[in-house]
């Protein structure tokens, strides 16, 4: 079945760097745009961040551009989200998720945490 496992998060510093990763199996990886989302407690899910099947296109929140890069390893099924100079308020969970403008499947998540 079509699986999206997330991980890398954890504890993050003010200014410090973390990489996510979105490793997913069950489906035709190379076909599918992937999007990361982000839910901060009380507040709406948000998307952060998308890339085109090639990794040619992305697209990111203003909130997060400059700082946040996502991409792709086609061949590792692979989706990375390195988030650079980190902000208080980027505490939240972290989702990837199959789609562009529609997404039908999602992951777990992992938690990113100010450690302030």
């Known amino acids: 079945q079509v699986q999206l496992v997330e991980s890398g998060g954890g504890l993050a510093q003010p200014g410090g760097s973390l990489r996510l990763s979105c490793v997913v199996s069950?489906?035709?990886?190379?076909?599918?745009?992937i999007s990361w989302y982000r839910q901060a407690p009380g507040k709406m899910r948000a998307l952060v961040a998308r890339?085109?099947?090639?990794?040619?296109?992305?697209n990111y929140a203003d909130s997060v551009k400059g700082r946040f890069t996502i991409s792709r390893d086609n061949a590792k099924n692979l989706v990375y989200l390195q988030m650079n100079s980190l902000k208080p308020e980027d505490t939240a969970m972290y989702l990837c998720?199959?789609?562009?403008?529609?997404?039908?499947?999602w992951g777990q998540g992992t938690q990113v945490t100010d450690s302030t």
């Open positions: 998720a199959r789609g562009w403008t529609t997404w039908d499947n």
């Open positions: 069950g489906f035709a990886f190379s076909n599918y745009p």
């Open positions: 890339i085109t099947t090639d990794g040619a296109s992305t």
